[in-house]
């Protein structure tokens, strides 16, 4: 049985990245690590997204705001097309992040994520063992493969909020 598996991995996941958004704050989410660091910026009343794709080798360094945005980014495109109203078609990561705005403050970050949290969790719950072979046009893989991914995904980002919070308060000493 992989759902209680995927299931486990997403609530490890989230966990994790939890403890890093209660911790959150906003002088936090945009203090930039190095020069050049991708961060989110306020551009006519949104808050928008250093983002080039493909990504430059090597990329950037990014700020907690960044990283949440990114981590909202992906969420509400993997949802849209996995579950959601785009559901089965194709997803052009650019055009998706050109609508994707950054919450502004750590506050509206915990609430945005968790509420994807819950959309993701309450698609996942409706599933059965049957659904994770279905193939997902968008990622061109089974449906399992999209949990599976999204899992790693949230994983990396909690662990990269880990590093920029220890390199955060170390300069703040």
């Known amino acids: 049985m992989l759902l209680p598996t995927l299931r486990y991995q997403l609530d490890v996941s989230w966990s994790l990245l939890?403890?890093?958004?209660?911790?959150l704050r906003d002088d936090m989410c945009l203090w930039e690590p190095a020069p050049g660091a991708w961060t989110v910026r306020p551009v006519d009343g949104r808050w928008v997204a250093d983002?080039?794709?493909?990504?430059?080798d090597p990329p950037p360094t990014t700020t907690m705001g960044w990283i949440t945005w990114h981590i909202g980014w992906w969420w509400t495109g993997a949802h849209a097309h996995t579950f959601g109203a785009r559901r089965g078609e194709a997803l052009d990561m650019i055009e998706h992040a050109k609508t994707v705005d950054w919450p502004g403050s750590a506050a509206?970050?915990?609430?945005?994520?968790?509420?994807?949290?819950?959309?993701?969790?309450e698609a996942l719950d409706g599933l059965t063992e049957a659904d994770l072979d279905r193939h997902v046009?968008?990622?061109?893989?089974?449906?399992?493969?999209?949990?599976?991914?999204?899992?790693?995904?949230?994983?990396?980002?909690?662990?990269?909020?880990g590093q920029l919070r220890l390199l955060?308060?170390?300069?703040?000493r």
Do not use: C
């Open 18 to 23: 939890a403890l890093h958004l209660d911790a």
């Open 51 to 56: 983002l080039v794709l493909p990504e430059p």
């Open 108 to 121: 509206g970050v915990a609430a945005w994520l968790t509420r994807l949290r819950d959309q993701w969790v």
């Open 137 to 161: 046009a968008w990622f061109d893989k089974p449906l399992s493969h999209v949990i599976a991914w999204a899992n790693i995904e949230l994983m990396k980002n909690a662990a990269e909020m």
């Open 168 to 172: 955060y308060t170390a300069r703040q």
